[in-house]
């Protein structure tokens, strides 16, 4: 594809289909395979029907993901959204129990997590001096802080119309419902980024953001919009936990923010901003998933699944240097 | 250069302004309460609070290289968790023994966050959290669902007891310990020198990988004393055991005015931002605020004071350059 100029302005368009598999989707997609063989070898109740059947409880989580990834590309950070999911269950858990019917129960959801989201973001635009780790560690205590408080002293609240929230948890065909929701989301998540003027600026502004201010884009406000956009899709987030669970307690959540920046690392954003496409970390959460139900067939220590989750990581963020390295060391080797 | 007066100096400074929200943070807490600056009440603050201060003097190393720890708290589980599973068999009962052993497993941790970090050049964050879900997931591991209670670590518990000097004693060495290191050393130098310009650093000689090590071996070490430390003072282990610690930790070095870009802070402004976050606690219940509050009170105030202290360095910043104008 070549520009107005004439200047070559895709590099990905003539690669070679092997140099594809090599990239660190294709990397994904085959562990992603060898991850579904290891669950049919481990259990003979790992097949789809039962993996779609298990999966929503984990689906949950796969929202926060998309916003994430455009967090992250900006080399910002929220750690607040398990905090923000916690406030937004409590509060559509309120709004159920006091007799409102069930579209708007989803609104108020969808609502607090948007305006917790928008004060994020409000924050960190008006004082850009401020790294979003420190802004988004203190509206995390505070987000949970308020829903311990609207709890009460038992710090749990139930949804006692659970009838409601049936239409969330049908199967459409094999797959829930959810299941659509996520892709949904995947999808319009993933041209946004690829294919838009607010995607691309998303990169100039994580590559470099003092050439991007310069450059006309305007910084504050999509570090804003971003930022309110994490706190909606927590709001998703809880909905869909809300329709597994039935209930919100204290620790409703908690550590969302770090399994979900897990997952958007091994699918390949960097932490440092401008790099990385969500496709990978789309992949990167079905492989937990699928792992997650895998080894839960096959009732091992969920705690284990951790110390796994974590190895993945580390690993996976090691891949880059190390190919580098043999990469100079084959070159050394060339030269002398 | 005009020479600054002494008043002028310590006024401007930021542990000055700390200085001033802990006295005034006493006296209303005073007034609310006469009994809160009695010697129980103020020796139940430190002991209560003594992993926060501990391994913040470690996150304050970090931070000042321009990194970030979250392992600390899955550290600390892990080794505490060794620590009381070996107490709990019987196997080693030797107090001092067992410090050290904790030590000796903080350290090992920090080395691997260490080389990963500067060896591996992998952001601090994603391999500190990748570390955190490990240790974690180990210490559940060991614990093999069983937990060390009060009476298995009977005579462990001694050193860290209610009026026991132990915890306080360790508290005021690390804290001296960090000041003379971090002030008049060269190893203390190195790190102020990587945190503010690593490439300047690099340039001008320093060993910046080996800096970044021995960085997060201090954490790592601290983080395992403090596994220790807490099994003592709790007198139990549990692998869940004093989850989300990191985040208070931060918090308390973010509040006594170290920088997360690395390159600024000290010892004393995180001791003093340490009490001031440790005197919040303690004294909102007197305040009257409901033990279900603090968490959101506590949010607020850390807020406020990032907040306020952009706003201050905003103000400087501005009667700086109008006094260049004329």
Request: proline share 10%; charged share 10%.
């Given at each position: 594809m070549a520009g107005k100029s004439g200047r070559e302005i895709s590099i990905a368009s003539n690669k070679s289909a092997l140099s594809r598999v090599l990239s660190w989707e294709g990397a994904l997609v085959l562990i992603f395979i060898a991850v579904n063989i290891l669950g049919v070898i481990l259990s003979e109740n790992y097949t789809a029907a039962n993996v779609l059947r298990q999966m929503p409880r984990y689906l949950a989580e796969i929202f926060i993901l998309f916003p994430m990834g455009y967090i992250l590309i900006l080399a910002d950070i929220d750690i607040s959204v398990g905090s923000i999911v916690c406030l937004s269950a409590t509060m559509a858990c309120f709004a159920g129990n006091a007799g409102l019917p069930f579209p708007v129960v989803i609104l108020v959801c969808l609502l607090v997590g948007l305006i917790c989201g928008a004060v994020n973001g409000a924050i960190l635009a008006k004082f850009t001096e401020l790294p979003s780790m420190i802004v988004t560690l203190a509206t995390q205590i505070i987000f949970r802080g308020i829903a311990e408080v609207s709890m009460g002293s038992g710090g749990t609240i139930s949804y006692t119309n659970s009838a409601d929230l049936i239409p969330l948890t049908t199967m459409a065909g094999p797959f829930p419902i959810s299941f659509f929701g996520v892709v949904i989301a995947a999808v319009i998540f993933i041209v946004v980024l690829s294919k838009t003027t607010f995607g691309r600026k998303l990169y100039a502004i994580g590559s470099n953001k003092t050439a991007a201010y310069y450059a006309g884009v305007k910084v504050e406000k999509i570090r804003f919009i971003v930022f309110s956009l994490a706190g909606l899709m927590s709001g998703f987030c809880a909905l869909v936990l809300l329709s597994v669970l039935f209930s919100a307690n204290t620790t409703t959540g908690q550590g969302f923010e770090m399994e979900v920046i897990a997952m958007a690392v091994f699918g390949g954003i960097a932490t440092t901003g401008g790099k990385g496409n969500l496709v990978g970390g789309f992949i990167a959460a079905f492989i937990i998933v699928c792992l997650r139900v895998a080894l839960g067939l096959i009732n091992m220590n969920t705690q284990l699944i951790l110390v796994i989750i974590g190895l993945m990581l580390i690993i996976a963020v090691l891949m880059p240097g190390i190919s580098q390295r043999i990469k100079t060391m084959k070159k050394m080797a060339k030269q002398s | 250069m005009k020479q600054k007066s002494v008043l002028k100096q310590i006024t401007k400074s930021r542990e000055f302004s700390l200085v001033i929200v802990l006295i005034v943070l006493c006296i209303v807490a005073t007034i609310l309460n006469p009994s809160f600056i009695s010697p129980t009440n103020i020796a139940q603050i430190f002991r209560n609070n003594a992993l926060t201060m501990v391994m913040s003097v470690g996150m304050l190393c970090v931070l000042l290289t321009g990194g970030i720890d979250i392992s600390v708290a899955s550290i600390l589980a892990f080794s505490g968790m060794i620590v009381g599973m070996l107490l709990k068999y019987k196997v080693l009962e030797n107090t001092f023994l067992l410090f050290v052993l904790g030590c000796v497993i903080g350290i090992v941790c920090g080395l691997l966050n260490g080389l990963i970090i500067s060896k591996g050049n992998v952001a601090p964050i994603i391999s500190t959290m990748g570390f955190m879900y490990i240790w974690r997931g180990l210490a559940y591991v060991i614990s093999n669902n069983q937990w060390a209670s009060g009476a298995d670590v009977v005579g462990y518990s001694d050193f860290g007891a209610?009026?026991?000097a132990g915890p306080y004693i360790i508290i005021a060495v690390v804290f001296i310990a960090g000041f003379i290191v971090l002030k008049w050393t060269k190893a203390g130098r190195k790190i102020y020198a990587v945190g503010s310009n690593a490439e300047a650093a690099r340039v001008s000689g320093i060993n910046v990988d080996a800096v970044l090590i021995y960085t997060y071996v201090i954490m790592g070490f601290l983080s395992g004393l403090c596994g220790a430390l807490s099994v003592s003072i709790y007198a139990s282990a549990q692998?869940?055991?004093?989850?989300?610690?990191e985040m208070d930790i931060i918090a308390s070095c973010v509040i006594g005015g170290v920088s997360m870009s690395g390159g600024r802070g000290s010892v004393v402004g995180t001791f003093l931002g340490a009490l001031i976050l440790a005197l919040i606690t303690r004294a909102l219940p007197l305040v009257g605020i409901d033990a279900i509050a603090q968490n959101m009170v506590k949010g607020i105030l850390i807020l406020a004071v990032v907040v306020l202290n952009v706003v201050t360095q905003r103000m400087m910043d501005r009667a700086n350059l109008e006094r260049r104008e004329m």
């Open positions: - | 209610d009026g026991a692998p869940n055991m004093q989850y989300g610690l």
